[in-house]
């Protein structure tokens, strides 16, 4: 019942929108029209954009702030102190994250800590949800996350910030665009830190005797800068540095039998890229995008003894080195058909050192991966619809993996099927089919995480099959856009509990998930805009009698976002931000309801201009009503935060 009327109530928001506006769905390209993000070649798909403007009033300090804009993904903190995303219900290694056309995700995990990964940089973040495009390559079965860096439009810009807050909060940053019409050149850097984040003032326990989190501070420095060369009319080339240099605590678990008592002393990230694009062939109807990147990673993680922090029992350190590569061929053929076929690999080294301080024994590993994939894919493009298919084969070859036994190679095909019909110059309706393999991370299968977790050698590959239709409509004012989808993961990996409070890592044999979701962007008036989203989710595996009833964890039933931006005055302007998550389980051996949460945020901002700079100053109170919640079990998440921030921009 709750369901239908879900159903009922989205299907008549969106055509109560239908009277508006005028805006093509479908048109025929050109080879100048299409856009090069990330190093891929964007095919006309749905998507969710969230521009600069939105990222700068988010006062996001790191990449993990920003889920709250993006429709469907939830943001959780789990027990290593990892902030990752959800989307759908699909985990973070689900999930492909690219900045600026290389992976974020480090092979060893497929995974990274968004909390370390700062917004300085950023221009742009673009959502694809479902599977996507074989041109993306392997191990994406739920969505893919592309980041890009801010660009050069034509004028230089520089902007300095400064941001200070409770608990000794403090973040400075800065960035600098500029160039002409043959070199442009981005550099930026931040800087912020914080002793410890307060809890809910109705959070009480016996092991976290303060109003601060225990555990839970953070720093983190920052380097990008990126050079573009424009060598002729036909060719580009890039060059990108990035650096990222962190530590933190990690808050413990406070109601589990073994919880962590960890500490990152050392995170450290270094990624050097070479990019570029030639157009070439007849009437040059041909385009050739690449990229080269380099990515050194070191981690170093203490282990204590109890919650005094005051004696290390372990130590592990990791050393990552990896290389990935891209190229993309893109041929448009007539006005109606572009054909591409692209490459996507990377090989990654991970060595890792465990020190045990109680016997002074020392335990080294190495391991060793190659993942590629090739794929193309044809797309079909006249007045009235869009057709894309897209098929590519993905492989995975694992020479060394510590003093385990060899593992063959594997393969795996991969298919996405898009057919987009336009019914109207505003309303276009869209159906995306898909078959996904993931292949199983080394850590996944190998890593005893320093005795929390017993490894499981012969983890299968999951295989994601997907079906999704989508109504989407442009107006004067805005854009809404309906989702149905249903999803089945064959050979899932979930974990389990052992009977001596161990982890495990196992397939379910089949996860079904299916929901449906709408979001909408309006500009109710010149001051005036409104952004709301809201999806509903159904996930259960396969239980010994063939039913769709076993409880999965942390896949909420219910997530909801809503944002309001008022310029209430000339030059002062209001934000409110809120999300909703609910319904939603843990497993604890066995299952428990964590408690739904509801959150607001606000921003108060007053702009001038002043010897041509550009000045803001602004107030954020985040949680406005010190709100208790959990985004994982027995990891209570900050309560009522407040920063105050001033900009300048020349």
């Given at each position: 019942?709750?369901?239908?009327?879900?159903?009922?109530?989205?299907?008549?928001?969106?055509?109560?929108?239908?009277?508006?506006?005028?805006t093509?769905?479908?048109?025929?390209?050109?080879?100048?029209?299409?856009?090069?993000?990330?190093?891929?070649?964007l095919?006309?798909?749905?998507?969710?954009?969230?521009?600069?403007?939105?990222?700068?009033?988010?006062?996001?300090?790191?990449?993990?702030?920003?889920a709250?804009?993006?429709?469907?993904?939830?943001?959780?903190?789990?027990?290593?102190?990892?902030?990752?995303?959800?989307?759908?219900?699909?985990?973070?290694?689900?999930?492909?994250?690219?900045?600026?056309?290389?992976?974020?995700?480090?092979?060893?995990?497929?995974?990274?800590?968004?909390?370390?990964?700062?917004?300085?940089?950023?221009?742009?973040?673009?959502?694809?949800?479902?599977?996507p495009?074989?041109?993306?390559?392997?191990?994406?079965?739920?969505?893919?996350?592309?980041?890009?860096?801010?660009?050069?439009?034509?004028?230089?810009?520089?902007?300095?910030?400064?941001?200070?807050?409770?608990?000794?909060?403090?973040?400075?940053?800065?960035?600098?665009?500029g160039?002409?019409?043959?070199?442009?050149?981005?550099?930026?850097?931040?800087?912020?830190?914080?002793?410890?984040?307060?809890?809910?003032?109705?959070?009480?326990?016996?092991?976290?005797?303060?109003?601060?989190?225990?555990?839970?501070?953070?720093?983190?420095?920052?380097?990008?800068?990126?050079?573009?060369?424009?060598?002729?009319?036909?060719?580009?080339?890039?060059?990108?540095?990035?650096?990222?240099?962190?530590?933190?605590?990690?808050?413990?678990?406070?109601?589990?039998?073994?919880?962590?008592?960890w500490?990152?002393?050392?995170?450290?990230?270094?990624?050097?890229?070479?990019?570029?694009?030639?157009?070439?062939?007849?009437n040059?109807?041909?385009?050739?995008?690449?990229?080269?990147?380099?990515?050194?990673?070191?981690m170093?993680?203490?282990?204590?003894?109890?919650?005094?922090?005051?004696?290390i029992?372990?130590?592990?350190?990791?050393?990552?080195?990896?290389?990935?590569?891209?190229?993309?061929?893109?041929?448009?053929?007539?006005?109606?058909?572009?054909?591409?076929?692209?490459?996507?690999?990377?090989?990654?080294?991970?060595?890792?050192?465990?020190?045990?301080?109680?016997?002074?024994d020392?335990?080294?590993?190495?391991?060793?991966?190659?993942?590629?994939?090739?794929?193309?894919?044809?797309?079909?493009?006249?007045?009235?619809?869009?057709?894309?298919l897209?098929?590519?084969?993905?492989?995975?070859?694992?020479?060394?993996?510590?003093?385990?036994?060899?593992?063959?190679?594997?393969?795996?095909?991969?298919?996405n099927?898009?057919?987009i019909?336009?019914?109207?110059?505003?309303?276009?309706?869209?159906?995306?089919?898909?078959?996904?393999?993931?292949f199983?991370?080394?850590r996944?299968?190998?890593?005893?995480?320093l005795?929390?977790?017993?490894?499981?050698?012969?983890?299968?590959?999951?295989?994601?099959?997907t079906?999704?239709?989508?109504?989407?409509?442009?107006?004067?004012?805005?854009?809404?856009?309906?989702?149905?989808?249903?999803?089945y993961?064959n050979?899932?990996?979930?974990?389990?509990?052992?009977?001596?409070?161990?982890?495990?890592?196992?397939?379910?044999?089949?996860?079904?998930?299916?929901?449906?979701?709408?979001?909408?962007?309006?500009?109710?008036?010149?001051?005036?805009?409104?952004?709301f989203?809201?999806?509903?989710?159904?996930?259960?595996?396969?239980?010994e009698?063939?039913?769709?009833?076993?409880?999965?964890?942390?896949?909420?039933?219910?997530?909801?976002?809503?944002?309001?931006?008022?310029?209430?005055?000339?030059?002062?302007?209001?934000?409110?931000?809120?999300?909703?998550?609910?319904?939603?389980?843990?497993?604890?051996?066995?299952?428990?309801?964590?408690?739904?949460?509801?959150?607001?945020?606000?921003?108060?901002?007053y702009?001038?201009?002043l010897?041509?700079?550009?000045?803001?100053?602004?107030?954020?109170?985040?949680n406005?009503?010190?709100?208790?919640?959990?985004?994982?079990?027995?990891?209570?998440?900050?309560?009522?935060?407040?920063?105050?921030?001033?900009?300048?921009?020349?």
């Amino acid at each position: 019942m709750l369901l239908k009327r879900f159903l009922y109530f989205l299907c008549f928001y969106f055509f109560s929108t239908s009277t508006f506006g005028q805006t093509d769905s479908i048109k025929t390209y050109n080879l100048n029209e299409i856009t090069v993000k990330s190093g891929i070649v964007l095919e006309p798909k749905l998507i969710t954009e969230i521009n600069l403007k939105e990222i700068e009033y988010s006062d996001a300090a790191s990449i993990s702030d920003l889920a709250r804009f993006i429709p469907s993904l939830k943001l959780q903190t789990n027990s290593r102190g990892e902030s990752l995303f959800y989307m759908r219900g699909s985990n973070e290694r689900q999930l492909a994250l690219f900045f600026d056309g290389v992976p974020l995700n480090i092979p060893w995990d497929n995974r990274i800590d968004l909390s370390m990964v700062p917004t300085s940089a950023i221009g742009e973040l673009t959502i694809s949800k479902g599977i996507p495009s074989v041109i993306y390559g392997a191990n994406t079965l739920a969505g893919v996350i592309s980041i890009d860096p801010a660009a050069f439009n034509g004028k230089d810009r520089k902007k300095a910030l400064i941001q200070i807050g409770e608990n000794n909060s403090q973040k400075y940053s800065a960035f600098w665009i500029g160039g002409n019409e043959k070199f442009s050149h981005l550099t930026t850097f931040s800087y912020k830190t914080v002793d410890e984040y307060n809890l809910p003032d109705d959070y009480e326990h016996k092991l976290n005797k303060t109003n601060q989190r225990l555990n839970s501070y953070n720093s983190n420095f920052n380097f990008f800068s990126k050079f573009n060369y424009k060598i002729n009319n036909l060719s580009k080339i890039g060059l990108s540095l990035s650096y990222i240099d962190s530590e933190k605590g990690v808050p413990p678990e406070m109601d589990v039998a073994k919880p962590r008592y960890w500490q990152y002393p050392v995170w450290q990230k270094f990624t050097s890229t070479i990019n570029g694009e030639h157009k070439f062939g007849i009437n040059l109807n041909s385009l050739l995008v690449y990229s080269l990147s380099f990515t050194k990673f070191k981690m170093r993680i203490d282990q204590f003894n109890d919650i005094t922090y005051s004696n290390i029992s372990e130590v592990e350190k990791d050393d990552d080195n990896t290389i990935t590569g891209r190229v993309i061929y893109t041929k448009l053929i007539g006005s109606s058909s572009i054909w591409k076929f692209a490459f996507n690999g990377y090989s990654t080294g991970h060595e890792e050192t465990i020190i045990d301080n109680t016997t002074n024994d020392e335990a080294f590993s190495e391991y060793r991966q190659n993942v590629f994939s090739f794929g193309t894919e044809y797309e079909f493009i006249n007045d009235k619809f869009t057709s894309i298919l897209g098929v590519g084969l993905d492989g995975v070859n694992t020479p060394k993996v510590g003093d385990n036994p060899d593992k063959d190679s594997e393969f795996d095909y991969s298919l996405n099927y898009s057919f987009i019909y336009s019914l109207n110059p505003a309303l276009s309706l869209q159906l995306n089919l898909g078959r996904k393999t993931r292949f199983p991370s080394l850590r996944e299968a190998y890593s005893e995480a320093l005795g929390k977790f017993k490894i499981n050698p012969d983890l299968a590959p999951e295989v994601s099959y997907t079906i999704e239709t989508s109504l989407n409509r442009v107006f004067d004012k805005g854009t809404t856009n309906f989702n149905l989808f249903l999803i089945y993961l064959n050979d899932g990996i979930v974990k389990e509990t052992l009977e001596d409070g161990r982890k495990i890592r196992v397939n379910k044999e089949n996860i079904r998930s299916y929901g449906a979701e709408i979001s909408s962007q309006y500009s109710i008036k010149k001051d005036l805009s409104i952004s709301f989203n809201l999806t509903y989710l159904n996930s259960f595996s396969k239980n010994e009698f063939g039913e769709y009833k076993d409880t999965l964890e942390y896949k909420p039933q219910f997530m909801g976002a809503i944002n309001f931006n008022y310029i209430m005055f000339k030059n002062f302007n209001v934000l409110f931000e809120a999300n909703y998550v609910g319904r939603e389980y843990s497993d604890q051996g066995v299952f428990k309801k964590m408690s739904d949460y509801f959150l607001v945020n606000t921003r108060f901002t007053y702009f001038f201009d002043l010897f041509n700079v550009k000045l803001e100053s602004y107030i954020r109170v985040n949680n406005l009503f010190d709100k208790l919640y959990f985004t994982q079990w027995s990891l209570p998440e900050a309560g009522r935060q407040f920063w105050a921030g001033f900009s300048a921009e020349f």
